[in-house]
């Protein structure tokens, strides 16, 4: 079993839909939560970041942590064609130098969203 | 900030020869980490560094890849000989805290 494990997809969306993206992990050490956006022949982006559980919201972008369940999210509101990338989730911890600066991430799912 | 810099951007070179790939992180972090992906294996973490000393080398495939940080602003990554199995994108990444900041990457290919 993967550390973390994320549905590849691929998921493909109408513009302005409410999009879900999850990963589930096994590691219940980790404490910092991220989420990447990469475009197609791109380097992955930071789009969210979450230290431990709860909401965080930028614009039209929501990330959930609920460490009990060991579950995340990333919300898209108002989707657009120019969200359609591929989207990873990645953690580390416990900790915030030496090996807890590793991040572990999911294969990523692919996320197409049509106009 | 200009961000994470690599270079070259693509490299196409026959089996056998030397690759290298080279990295400046942003300035004033402190990590910088190596990452290669391909579809099959996804994001895998080669070797990274902590103000310039490698720290942690275990994924590194085998002896023909090498890297070296001689300071604060720049990395190399070396593969040598270098085979048709080693193409991937090869990422570089710096952070000063629990973020990374990737680079475009280097699009590999081994004939």
């Known amino acids: 079993q993967k550390e973390v494990e994320q549905d590849p997809g691929p998921l493909s969306v109408p513009e302005g839909a409410i999009v879900s993206l999850n990963c589930t992990y096994s590691?219940?050490?980790?404490?910092?939560f991220m989420w990447y956006r990469q475009y197609s022949r791109k380097g992955p982006e930071l789009l969210m970041y979450t230290y431990s559980s709860g909401n965080k919201e930028d614009g039209r972008f929501t990330a959930q942590v609920d460490k009990s369940s060991k579950y995340i999210s990333l919300f898209i509101r108002d989707s657009q064609p120019s969200d359609s990338a591929t989207y990873l989730c990645a953690m580390s911890g416990p900790g915030s130098s030496g090996s807890a600066r590793q991040l572990t991430f999911g294969s990523g799912t692919q996320l197409t969203v049509l106009p | 900030d200009a961000g994470v810099i690599q270079s070259p951007r693509h490299e196409v070179t026959e089996m056998g020869q030397e690759v290298t790939l080279r990295c400046k992180p942003i300035s004033g972090h402190d990590y910088l980490f190596w990452y290669r992906q391909t579809m099959m294996r996804g994001l895998e973490l080669l070797i990274y560094?902590?103000?310039?000393?490698?720290?942690?080398d275990s994924g590194m495939p085998e002896d023909r890849f090498s890297a070296k940080m001689p300071n604060a602003s720049f990395s190399t990554l070396k593969i040598q000989p270098s085979e048709p199995r080693d193409s991937a994108v090869y990422f570089c990444a710096s952070s000063s805290r629990e973020t990374q900041y990737f680079g475009p990457g280097t699009r590999l290919l081994v004939l």
């Open positions: 560094f902590n103000n310039n000393v490698p720290i942690d």
């Open positions: 590691n219940s050490a980790f404490q910092y």
